[in-house]
Each structure stands twice: as C-alpha cells, then as structure tokens.
C-alpha cells in the first residue's frame, strides 16, 4: 500500500458543484500539503499544514478549503468548482527537519475535471 | 518576484550522458531539491544540495553553486526509463519551496 493514498483518483465533475479530495498517510509526518498541477507550469501550493491545529494557506488557496481531521488526514475542498480549477492534484507529506523542510512524499494524484 | 528556469525539454541517446540546468533567483536560500516525474505519476525525490558542490547517488549526480544560483542534475548511462520531467525546487528565506516548471526529457535509442 502507497504511504501516502488520495481519493479519488479521478473525478469529472460539473461547474458549481462541490468537490471533495481526501489524503491520508501511513509516513507518521506532521506536515502536509495540498498542490496543483497545471501542464506547463510548476508546482503550486494550494494549503499547508503543519499539525492539526496550523493551516496555512498557499500561493493559490482562492476557491479552495481545507479540513486537517488528524495527523494522518488532510482532505482539499472545492465549494463551487470552476472549469478553470481542472488540474491534476497532489497531496504531500513531510517530515520536521532542523533545517526547515525535509524531502517530500507525494500520493499519486487526483485528476480532476471541470465542465 | 522568485524565479526557477529550467528548460522546457531535452533529448538524449540511451547510453549517454546528460546535463539539466536550473537557475534559481528567489529570496534566501535553504537547499534545492530535485524530484523526477514519470508522466501521470507522482514526483518522486532524486536529490538535496544545501552545500556547493557535487553529490553523487549511483548513476544520478547534482551540483550546487550558490554564489551563481546554479544547479545542474547530471544523469549517466541513460537508460529508457529515464524519460521522465525532472523538477527542480528551491527552499527559500522563509522556508517554502519554489518549483519549477520542470524539465521533460526524452531518451531515444
């Protein structure tokens, strides 16, 4: 089994719907991340969370939530999708290094399509 | 602003050897990762320089200069599985990483 699992794995859905994308991990890390990726252009952080009671958010967290239930579980929020929040998704663990931040554990994506 | 450029694309021979440039402007600078990507997969690590210099992991190598804002990955002995994206990210001042937008590289026979 993957350390880190996102569901779904697929999902095509319609404008104004809402979306929920759920991440657990078995890595035991205290810090996960939400990411999107667009063809072209590099990761881009949505949310981050260092424990479950510290959410941040990214660089692009307009039109997106997010919900830190435990240590292992870290679910992304769509309210309202847009055609425009199409893009595949990547969830992400890490552990707490002295220095800031160590290497990061992706799950395997969820690609989502909005019509 | 913060900027990585990496190139868009690159093409190798099986066998060969090859050099993926990254140039990083960002505020501060705490290390530089770099992942590999198979296309429809997730990123998955290849290597961390905080350090100048070279470091060697099998067929894989990075090197860092600071001063220049420089990295390259060095891969040998290229084999097909090697074709992948190639993403290189920079941990700045604040400690958040900045990606860049990755390098595609195709290896043909």
């Known amino acids: 089994d993957a350390d880190v699992t996102q569901t779904p794995r697929n999902r095509i859905t319609k404008t104004g719907k809402r979306i929920m994308l759920e991440c657990s991990q078995t890595k035991g890390h205290d810090r996960m991340y939400w990411y999107r990726q667009d063809p072209g252009l590099g990761l881009r952080l949505i949310y981050y969370s260092f424990d479950v009671k510290d959410i941040n958010k990214g660089e692009i967290s307009d039109g997106y939530s997010v919900s830190r239930q435990a240590q292992a ?38 690609r989502l399509t909005v019509l | 602003g913060q900027n990585i450029d990496q190139p868009t694309e690159m093409t190798a021979t099986e066998g060969a050897i090859v050099q993926i440039n ?12 770099w992942y590999q990507q198979h296309a429809g997969e997730a990123p998955t690590f290849l290597s961390y320089n905080v350090l100048d210099g070279l470091e060697e992991k099998g067929r894989f190598s990075s090197f860092l200069s600071r001063s220049k804002g420089y990295s390259y990955l060095l891969l040998k002995e290229l084999q ?3 074709s992948a994206s190639y993403l290189c990210a920079v941990i700045d001042s604040n400690y958040q990483l900045i990606w860049g937008a990755g390098t595609k590289l195709i290896i043909k026979p």
């Not at chain 1, 679910?75 to 707490?96: K, R, V």
């Open chain 2, 80 to 82: 097909m599985k090697d």
């Open chain 2, 22 to 33: 990254c140039t990083y402007q960002t505020s501060g600078f705490n290390g530089l990762f």
């Open chain 1, 73 to 110: 579980k870290f679910s992304l929020s769509l309210e309202s999708a847009i055609p425009n929040q199409t893009a595949l998704y990547f969830c992400a663990t890490s552990d707490l290094k002295r220095e800031g931040i160590g290497e990061l554990f992706f799950g395997e994506g969820s």
